[in-house]
């Protein structure tokens, strides 16, 4: 669904992306965003670069506040640079590769969420009955400055919050755990997104 005029460009362009960088995994980073439309990866002279387009140059802009800057490895430790790109991206030129392994039908869908105003606090789910506590808290104390983690059992599905120190360490944990299978989901990616105001006692 395009928006705006026809030459204004809602294409964001990614340099310092990890070497082994998948299609999928750039999709990954932008699940979480309104309006994205798709996304590619191309190996340059300088290394790996990705593209992503936007509806509108409103969300194209919400997006790129969010994943500047953000480490998607920690083996490498290299932040992205996100800028809007020189050229449109026409995601419906884009067709599966076996390069890659399994075609993108074959993946499991990200969840797609609302984008809330930045917090320190993060809601968590898809988890399932096998996920414990444990394991993923550490997975969240490896995004780091992780404060605390408040599990609630459900009947409909476990859900979790986990707060951080600050603003960019709960949104470094948002984008790199959104869309992430933990080994006891069975493949199924979780869902990580800004959380309402948390119950927390103080």
């Known amino acids: 669904m395009a928006a705006g005029s026809a030459d204004e460009i809602t294409t964001l362009a990614l340099y310092g992306l990890p070497p082994n960088t998948l299609r999928r995994e750039l999709t990954?980073?932008?699940?979480?965003?309104?309006?994205?439309?798709?996304?590619?990866?191309?190996?340059?002279?300088?290394g790996l670069m990705g593209f992503a387009r936007f509806g509108t140059r409103a969300e194209m802009e919400a997006a790129l506040s969010v994943v500047s800057g953000r480490?998607?490895?920690?083996?490498?430790?290299?932040?992205?640079?996100v800028t809007v790109a020189n050229t449109q991206y026409d995601p419906s030129r884009e067709r599966p590769r076996s390069a890659a392994g399994a075609p993108a039908s074959s993946t499991p869908a990200v969840p797609r969420i609302t984008i809330k105003p930045p917090n320190d606090t993060i809601y968590i789910t898809g988890l399932t009955a096998q996920s414990t506590e444990q394991e993923l808290t550490g997975f969240l104390?490896?995004?780091?400055?992780?404060?605390?983690v408040r599990w609630i059992p459900k009947a409909?599905?476990?859900?979790?919050?986990?707060?951080?120190?600050s603003i960019p360490a709960a949104t470094h944990a948002?984008?790199?755990?959104?869309?992430?299978?933990?080994p006891s989901?069975?493949?199924a990616p979780l869902s990580v997104e800004y959380a309402k105001p948390m119950p927390h006692g103080r």
């Open 141 to 148: 104390a490896a995004c780091g400055n992780l404060e605390s």
């Open 28 to 46: 990954n980073l932008f699940a979480f965003a309104q309006g994205f439309e798709g996304g590619c990866v191309r190996a340059t002279h300088k």
């Open 71 to 81: 480490v998607l490895d920690p083996g490498h430790p290299q932040p992205l640079t």
């Open 185 to 187: 989901t069975a493949g």
């Open 156 to 165: 409909s599905g476990t859900i979790a919050f986990a707060k951080f120190t």
């Open 174 to 182: 948002v984008g790199q755990l959104h869309g992430f299978a933990l």
